[in-house]
């Protein structure tokens, strides 16, 4: 595997830790929840953004610091801090979230839905007409499909699925068999709603739902007949999810990815969350059977599972309570009287999504796909969902005798079992499917069309900063490129064959790869405006990404900065530089900004003594990124399309005074607020590019 050649060791104290700096971007989330200005159900739907986030963030880092600790690790990173302690500064920082989340829920956000006729019905409001029918509901659709399952030697502690709904109860009493084990266990399968909505004719309110826990708990005696119910308690445990291929064992990734996945839903417990009245007795008995300690233990004043809330917003039809709808723009260049070949040939066209519409990528693929001059289709995909138009042009263009090749990431995280299955539907149609280079996830975002012309063979591409995923296009920020230049064309067509056969890797002209060239380039290009600077000429740099972790990155911004580089870096997430920190990063000012969509470019700018070198990636600035994937930084060449993502890329970004939060010298943020003219950087794109033609 490919790694740093020149690794060096950096003073701990110029980094911040990723999980803990991971964290306050989850603060920063739950501030849009609590923010007034953002529509009611959208504060819902912040509010499970987070518990979502939090649930990945005990499946793969904290189950990654507990194996540190495992293995007697002494430090969990550049920060120097130890996997222990690191352990118990992330449990205190993660307690102290929940419980503002669950205050904000509870006496913030729902009261202020039931005032607007959204109601969560608790069991002591209840009419008799509701119980009446919660109760046969729960006879007719509950309790036939739950498995009660009593403690003892005979009945051991069922398996408990990764972050499923479970009781555990406590009985007193003996059953027919003379048993009293004191003890149950009743999961909740998982093809239950969690969440149910009564009917209008027995509600005062239009929308008035009830929890599934809400009616186990008002039935649950019935699933032990003659004996006493002392306690229900919901709980849910969260478990290791990340997966572990051997390298050197593989024989076949599919196949040994598929046994992995099986067992992903049974991974070592890393959290045990079980609500607020649950007794001291069975909490200590729950975690003793998971093998956690005290800390591992999340009391929630309401549902453990708050990521069930998220579809509710999408069934309330309350249009005044949701974000206003828009209808993305299409470039002028994509003029539908235009064939899209022509349009391409034309100009390089710039999309930036969610404002632009994505669809100009699906139909350069349908037009592939029935364009007889079209002889190959080449396309890298890492998430694109269970349901994709994409993969279905695919396949109908190799149905039509095409020669199609999808390189396919089947270790792309959480999308495993839908990658897996369009590998097995491609291949069935006969598409080449390959899955990259063992070892290296294959995140970059390449599309390659070969057409024979009067000319001859022409290439167009389409590279991107985001997924191959119509859905999430819809609610990420990201730009994508439109382009037949021939040298950007050849080095897409290196690309692929490195990915699909065997080889040395060739220098590209313009596309910076990783894990050959990416960091380098990266750093040679920081250094460059260091030495710029020290010569007395104007030296910038503006970067935008979704995290900032590599040392040497690092490093390289801090002596850019000493050497009088102005330095603005967009991170919305985790960031390991500490900026405005006098004598090493006094002219590095970072900043997130955390809106309506998520922000997902990534955007390099170095002024280079006036020539205005622009990068768009696919790659955050991190080890993985740059190290072990394979990943494409590709510079946009055309000076209009340079000016606009400067334009909307950058510049809309650091103007932005309503959703951007400074980040301070300490690792805390400052969210900024408006002195003047608001300026917010996603509502100004919204204006300016969506409904254009």
């Known amino acids: ?241 990340d997966l572990f291929v051997d390298e050197e064992e593989v024989k076949d990734l599919r196949a040994s990815l598929k046994g992995e996945l099986q067992q992903r839903h049974f991974g070592d417990a890393v959290r045990l969350e079980v609500a607020d009245n649950c007794s001291d007795e069975m909490a200590d008995f729950l975690l003793q059977h998971f093998r956690l300690g005290r800390g591992d233990l999340y009391r929630t004043p309401g549902i453990v599972n708050l990521v069930r809330l998220m579809q509710v917003p999408d069934w309330v039809d309350r249009p005044e309570l949701k974000y206003t709808p828009f209808l993305p723009g299409i470039p002028k260049a994509l003029d539908k009287r235009r064939e899209i070949f022509a349009a391409i040939r034309n100009s390089d066209i710039l999309l930036h999504h969610p404002f632009q519409s994505f669809s100009p990528v699906i139909d350069l693929l349908r037009a592939a796909a029935d364009d007889p001059q079209v002889v190959a289709i080449k396309m890298t995909v890492y998430r694109t969902g269970t349901d994709s138009v994409l993969m279905e042009h695919l396949a109908r263009a190799a149905q039509k005798g095409k020669e199609v090749t999808v390189v396919l990431e089947l270790m792309a995280r959480f999308d495993e079992e839908a990658n897996i299955s369009w590998a097995n539907r491609l291949e069935e149609v006969g598409v080449h499917v390959v899955y990259g280079v063992f070892g290296y996830k294959t995140h970059a975002k390449l599309l390659m069309l070969v057409r024979r012309e009067e000319q001859g063979l022409r290439r167009y591409v389409h590279l991107g900063t985001g997924n191959y995923h119509p859905r999430t296009t819809r609610f990420y920020t990201d730009f994508g490129l439109l382009t037949c230049n021939e040298q950007i064309g050849e080095d897409v067509a290196e690309v692929f064959k490195q990915l699909t056969g065997l080889g040395k890797a060739s220098s590209l002209r313009h596309l910076w790869q990783a894990p050959f060239a990416l960091q380098p380039n990266v750093v040679a290009a920081i250094n460059a405006e260091a030495e710029i600077a020290r010569a007395g000429r104007k030296g910038r740099i503006i970067a935008k990404m979704n995290a900032l972790l590599e040392p040497e990155v690092i490093e390289a911004l801090y002596e850019a900065s000493q050497a009088g580089v102005e330095i603005d870096l967009i991170v919305r997430g985790p960031c390991a530089l500490k900026p405005r920190v006098p004598g090493l990063s006094d002219n590095i000012r970072v900043r997130s900004v955390i809106g309506r969509f998520l922000e997902h470019h990534r955007i390099f700018y170095f002024h280079a003594d006036g020539k205005d070198k622009m990068y768009l990636s696919s790659a955050d600035w991190m080890d993985r990124n740059f190290f072990r994937r394979i990943e494409i930084a590709f510079p946009v060449l055309d000076p209009r399309l340079k000016r606009r993502v400067m334009k909307e890329g950058l510049r809309a970004y650091l103007l932005d005074n309503c959703q951007a939060w400074d980040m301070q010298p300490d690792g805390s943020y400052r969210r900024k607020h408006p002195r003047g003219v608001k300026r917010t950087a996603q509502m100004i794109l919204l204006g300016e590019l969506v409904g254009t033609t």
Not at 16 to 42: G, K, M, W
């Open 1 to 241: 595997m490919h790694t740093p050649t020149n690794k060096k060791s950096y003073p701990t104290d110029h980094f911040f830790n990723r999980e803990l700096s991971l964290l306050q971007f989850q603060r920063r989330v739950l501030a849009q929840a609590a923010d007034r200005d953002v529509p009611l159900l959208e504060r819902l739907r912040f509010l499970c953004i987070v518990s979502s986030n939090l649930d990945e963030f005990f499946e793969i880092r904290v189950s990654g610091i507990k194996e540190q600790i495992r293995l007697g690790s002494r430090a969990s990173g550049n920060d120097g801090l130890a996997p222990t302690e690191l352990l118990e500064r992330v449990s205190k920082e993660v307690h102290e979230i929940i419980s503002e989340q669950y205050e904000l829920l509870n006496d913030d956000i729902l009261p202020a839905l039931e005032a607007e006729g959204v109601i969560f019905l608790r069991r002591s409001l209840w009419s008799d007409a509701q119980r009446d029918w919660i109760r046969d509901y729960f006879q007719r659709e509950v309790m036939p499909v739950l498995t009660p399952i009593g403690l003892d030697p005979a009945h051991p502690f069922p398996r408990v699925l990764n972050k499923s709904l479970n009781f555990a109860i406590e009985l007193k009493g003996r059953d027919a068999f003379g048993r009293d084990s004191g003890a149950a266990i009743v999961q909740a399968p998982r093809a239950l709603p969690r969440v149910i909505r009564l009917p209008r004719d027995i509600c005062e309110q239009e929308y008035t739902f009830v929890f599934l826990s809400s009616v186990l708990h008002a039935h649950v005696d019935e699933l032990f007949s003659g004996m006493e119910v002392l306690g229900c308690y919901q709980f849910r445990v969260t478990r290791n999810s």
